[in-house]
């Protein structure tokens, strides 16, 4: 067998230790400090099961149009307003690194609270409180906030595909820090023009959901946002057709507010006890200001219908400033009802594609209402769910199949291998492979590394990723260069597949446990084993998780361990067992950390943050004095991205 010597030299992260940047201090908020009311998914999924969902529903459909003097519904109708507001929440998701979403609600929370783009949604959930404190717990404001864009949508004859309940709340902001404006997400994904932002910031300007709806930096070019609009909603993970549907599908509801050039007001940050009030005479109903532009897309805003593609296709639209001082556009020569409708410049891109691709959409919504209805039933479904993962993470009764973009996996089969059979097979085999090797190499770490690969490409961000499927056997997975050589690893266990497979042992399960083997092998605890998985054919959901982020500085290390879900404690106890393995004689201990604390030792920059940030090296020096402590901290992270992507509900 010759697939050992290069392997092990290979350290088992893939991380460049080019620069170093800085790590930030922990949020200043104590545990203590943080609410407690409904924020474990223990909780929350009990609290859920109880929850009756029809009356959640039928006081979201009377909520519709009962409008309250405090902020009076536009056309006697809340719909638009929930809309956007579902639609704000869930659109921050951006797949470069599975942020944002509406899992967590944290639009309740800074920063995305105060995006300008966001004005007036503190109105929305003053007015949706009530039916918050009656339902409680079983109803998160994640769950809430979606399921009331999925009823307004119903009740003005829209066509809804599901609902998949289970967003956990979060009790703080902390986990859209990096959308930013945040002072990490500045020094991690800066926009040094914001307008102009790129991946893997998901809109072009921080504070927008995704574009400036004057057109690029409040030019009013329709063909320039066209390119605009399809780079961000690319970003989101969406195609033309998703992207058309979703903006006119949804700009056949309510309308845009700017009565008066006055502006908003204060955002809640500039003033938490009464936040934008508006500056157009009562600040609400027509006297409204949120975006500064004015009026609505269609002659019937609460009526669901493809208006807004036949609109848009037929009519000549000339541009003007509206009463907000801003760019939009009207119908030229109006007369009736239609003197009262306006494009946006985003609006108008979609006739001015340079691809030609958006207009043929428009055509084709505009002459088919079925088509329409079909295509954005699915593109608001995918917008509100894909940053909850696997549909298996998907609870209640409205739950639609699987969609492609939650990359199902076939059912398990049942496990008739004997584990501890194939156990003994892999020790056969890495014991075979020890004296074989010319080299002396204990061939183990391979396999640890395979393992590893094929996990740790989990995301606690979105649920995406981990080694369930075991794509890391199919492009694009094993193209990618750090995980040059796996093919070899693959290769060696094929043997033992063969053996097994008829007996109901999938690569995932054979993936995991060669690397739990070799990793007691190599001097780990005996490592927990949790069978079950499944393996995706190939071609079927390959995902594309981005591999433009792979760790550059010492700051996107830290961050990239916490997209996976793992602590600083985590963090170190499995970078120092990598390191004892790739370079320490290839046993697992401690021996890397102790001697980076040692004077004089020469290590990587992005390893002497172990030893120079004070929080890291605190941790450091306790694994460095306690090596039981450290095999038993590392058994435990080590099963933890192993399992990292076995759900059950949320
Ligand atoms: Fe929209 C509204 C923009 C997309 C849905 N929007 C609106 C407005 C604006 C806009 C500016 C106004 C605000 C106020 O109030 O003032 N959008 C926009 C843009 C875009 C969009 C730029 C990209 C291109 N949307 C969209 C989507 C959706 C929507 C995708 C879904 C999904 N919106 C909406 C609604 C509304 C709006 C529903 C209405 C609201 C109310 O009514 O209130």
């Not at 717990?137 to 289970?166: Q, R, T, Y």
């Not at 199949?401 to 059979?421: E, M």
């Not at 094929?454 to 075991?470: I, L, M, Q, V």
């Amino acid at each position: 067998m010759a697939y050992l010597p290069v392997l092990l030299v290979l350290p088992l992260l893939a991380v460049s230790d080019s620069h170093v940047g800085s790590y930030p201090a922990a949020a200043g908020m104590r545990s203590d400090d943080l609410p407690r009311w409904g924020y474990t998914p223990e909780d929350y999924v009990a609290a859920l099961a109880k929850l009756d969902f029809e009356a959640v529903k039928t006081d979201l459909t009377a909520f519709m149009t009962q409008s309250q003097d405090f902020w009076p519904a536009d056309y006697g109708h809340y719909g638009g307003l929930l809309i956007r507001q579902a639609w704000h929440c869930a659109g921050t998701y951006r797949s470069s690194d599975g942020r944002g979403g509406c899992d967590g609600g944290s639009q309740r929370f800074g920063p995305s609270l105060s995006w300008e783009d966001n004005a007036n949604l503190d109105k929305s959930k003053t007015l949706l409180w009530p039916i918050k404190e009656k339902f409680g717990l079983g109803l998160s404001w994640g769950d809430l906030i979606i399921l009331a864009g999925n009823v307004a949508i119903e009740s003005m004859g829209g066509p809804v595909l599901g609902f998949c309940a289970g967003r956990v709340d979060a009790a703080d902001g902390s986990q859209d820090e990096l959308l930013g404006p945040t002072a990490r997400q500045e020094s991690l994904f800066p926009c040094p023009v914001n307008g102009d932002c790129k991946a893997p910031l998901g809109p072009d300007t921080v504070g927008l959901i995704y574009v400036n709806p004057q057109g690029p930096m409040a030019n009013p070019i329709p063909r320039l946002s066209a390119g605009q609009i399809r780079d961000t909603f690319g970003r989101m993970g969406m195609n033309d057709s998703e992207t058309v549907a979703l903006i006119g599908g949804d700009h056949a509801f309510g309308k845009t507010h700017g009565a008066c050039p006055e502006g908003p007001g204060p955002s809640p940050q500039e003033d938490p006890t009464r936040p934008w009030p508006g500056k157009c005479g009562s600040g609400k109903g027509k006297d409204a200001y949120t975006s500064g532009l004015e009026g609505p897309w269609t002659t019937n805003p609460t009526q669901w219908d493809n208006s807004y593609f036949k609109h848009l296709q037929s009519l000549t639209w000339e541009l003007y400033k509206g009463p907000g001082n801003k760019w939009q556009w009207r119908v030229q020569n109006a007369t009736g009802a239609l003197s009262g409708i306006m494009m946006l410049t985003t609006d108008i891109a979609l006739l001015e594609d340079p691809e030609g691709s958006y207009q043929k959409l428009v055509r084709e919504f505009a002459e088919d209402a079925a088509k329409l209805d079909h295509a954005f039933a699915h593109a608001w479904y995918k917008l509100a769910t894909r940053d909850m993962g696997p549909v298996t993470r998907c609870l209640g009764k409205d739950v639609p199949p699987a969609q492609p973009w939650q990359y199902p996996l076939p059912a398990p089969s049942q496990p008739q291998a004997k584990l501890s059979k194939v156990r003994a097979e892999v020790v056969k085999m890495l014991n075979r492979s020890k004296t074989e090797s010319a080299e002396g190499f204990f061939s183990a770490v391979p396999f640890a590394r395979l393992a590893w690969r094929c996990a740790s490409t989990f995301r606690a961000t979105d649920y995406r990723g981990g080694c369930n499927g075991a794509r890391i056997r199919f492009s694009p997975e094993k193209d990618w260069p750090v995980n040059k050589g796996l093919d070899q690893v693959l290769e060696s266990l094929q043997l033992i597949q063969d053996r097994f497979a008829g007996r109901g042992l999938p690569w995932a399960d054979l993936i995991v446990l060669a690397g739990n083997t070799a990793v007691e092998e190599l001097g780990g605890k005996k490592m927990q084993f949790c069978s079950g998985r499944s393996d995706a054919a190939d071609g079927q959901g390959s995902h594309d998780l981005d591999l433009d982020l792979q760790p550059k500085s010492w700051a996107t290390v830290r961050e990239s361990f916490e997209r996976m879900g793992l602590s600083a404690r985590e963090m170190v106890v499995l970078s120092g067992g990598a390191r004892a393995l790739g370079f320490a004689g290839a046993q697992l201990s401690n021996s890397y950390l102790t001697r980076l604390l040692g004077i004089g030792h020469a290590a990587s920059e992005t390893d002497l943050m172990f030893k120079f940030d004070p929080v890291l090296a605190a941790i450091t020096q306790e694994y460095a004095s306690d090596n039981g402590l450290f095999l038993e901290d590392f058994a435990k992270a080590w099963t933890k991205v192993m399992d990292a992507d076995r759900f059950k509900g949320p």
